[in-house]
């Protein structure tokens, strides 16, 4: 079978999006299962070489395995300790008590905001998700209510706001100043969380009703109160946030440290994510554990039952990976850029859409932003006068555009916000919508002021 080009690599692709959804959402197939068929059937109708077909798809699950699932892992034992001691809770009390009932929202889409800064959006998911289980238990309140603002605020802070890898990379791509691109992220991210949070989770809260059983949340909502005094707020947000310090500190090494030395490759070791969280949940086991009268015996059992529930979500988040490797191999991501590039737009505008396209294509914001940033940075370099602050702030927006079913978040989401595929589109895929259209329409106008 000859390889197939350009429209109709689009036509195929758009087909096994679709096909994704119906089978998933109607037909309530196994959602891992479905994504495996599915890409198989793609790489095959878009002419891959058959012997390729499987391993493109092993290599997206791999690349993307290789990170989440050591995240997902650390990250929930961290948050079963913290439900257990009763941390969760401890933070939920205090959120509750500053922020009032009213505004919890507010005060999901504000920790998310700070948490998410220095870390990965599967990183801050698993650190807070606990904690919005809990507030959501508290207050009588839907996960959609909780939830979308939590998620908005990590989306936001992961697209726009260096120290964020793909921010860092577009930066030096496009010679940004640093300093000058934080200021411009804060001043479009704060009212872009705000809308694609808070507000639009209010007015969804009114058309999305979940399950009144949510398996996770029972995992990560333990009555521990009961049975142990709370931990204190202090040492709650201490060890929560360890990990987050650690990952700020590795980001920051060569500004502490000389390149190269051993005092430099050490803080680039404690804050690398996987080292930062496995520092963070051994730390938990005293913090939340000893300290909170629990043997090790205990501990172990509570470490063994919160990985249970993890593995199917393991599973389909790297099928996810999968199915956005073989759109990557059959040519269809470069299918897309070449549409992007072929029209004739602002170059503020281009980044946005080049971004946008790679994004819907691959899943991934992390590989749109770095990619569109490489495609982009010449086409600006020979454009004068065009701000490369700003275009690393619409690259971001772009980024971020409709997550789908061949995007890992989606898939985190739908999971532990046990959504059904229809709720999940209708909840995160637009507020990642909403995030990238404001963003950028934020931005275009903070570029006719500066």
Excluded at 152 to 161: D, E, M, R, W
Excluded at 238 to 248: A, D, G, K, Q
């Amino acid at each position: 079978m000859g390889a197939v080009t350009g429209t109709t690599l689009l036509v195929y692709a758009l087909i096994a999006v679709i096909a994704l959804v119906i089978l998933i959402a109607k037909f309530k197939l196994n959602p891992f299962i479905t994504l495996v068929v599915v890409s198989v059937l793609l790489g095959f109708s878009s002419g891959m070489p058959m012997g390729d077909i499987v391993k493109s798809f092993e290599a997206g699950v791999g690349g993307t395995l290789g990170h989440i699932a050591l995240v997902i892992g650390l990250g929930t034992m961290l948050g079963k300790m913290m439900a257990e001691s009763g941390g969760a809770e401890r933070v939920a009390l205090t959120l509750i008590d500053f922020f009032g009932e009213k505004n919890v929202h507010w005060a999901m889409v504000t920790i998310a905001f700070i948490v998410g800064l220095p870390v990965f959006f599967e990183v801050g998911f698993v650190l807070l998700v606990p904690i919005a289980f809990n507030v959501a238990k508290r207050t009588g309140t839907s996960m959609v209510l909780v939830g979308i603002p939590m998620v908005a605020g990590l989306s936001v802070v992961h697209g726009l706001i260096p120290p964020h890898p793909a921010a860092l990379l577009a930066v030096s791509a496009y010679g940004a100043d640093m300093g000058r691109t934080i200021m411009y992220a804060l001043i479009v991210g704060i009212p872009t969380a705000a809308i694609a949070g808070p507000l639009f989770a209010r007015l969804m809260d009114r058309y999305v009703d979940l399950p009144a059983i949510n398996p996770l949340a029972e995992q990560l909502t333990e009555e521990a109160a009961e049975r142990h005094e709370l931990p204190s707020f202090g040492i709650t947000v201490f060890t929560i946030l360890l990990p987050v310090i650690l990952m700020l500190i590795g980001s920051w090494a060569d500004l502490f440290t000389t390149p190269k030395t051993f005092a430099n490759d050490f803080l680039k070791l404690i804050g690398n994510s996987v080292m930062a969280l496995l520092i963070g949940t051994l730390v938990s086991f005293f913090t939340f554990g000893k300290a909170r009268g629990f043997n090790r015996e205990t501990i172990l059992k509570f470490t063994n039952e919160c990985v249970a529930p993890t593995a199917i979500i393991t599973l389909v988040v790297g099928a996810g990976g999968g199915f956005g490797r073989v759109l990557r191999d059959s040519g269809i991501s470069n299918a897309i850029v070449d549409v992007a590039t072929s029209a004739h737009v602002s170059v503020l505008v281009l980044g946005w859409l080049v971004a946008v396209l790679i994004r819907i294509a691959t899943g991934s914001a992390t590989v749109a932003m770095t990619t569109a940033a490489g495609i982009v940075a010449p086409i600006a370099a020979s454009v004068p006068g065009t701000r490369p602050e700003l275009l690393v702030l619409t690259t971001g927006a772009g980024s971020l555009i409709l997550s789908h079913v061949n995007d890992a978040g989606f898939w985190l989401v739908k999971e532990y916000f046990n959504m059904t595929v229809t709720q999940t589109f209708k909840t995160w895929s637009v507020a990642e919508t909403i995030i990238s259209v404001v963003a950028l329409l934020l931005t275009l106008g903070l570029a006719t002021i500066v």
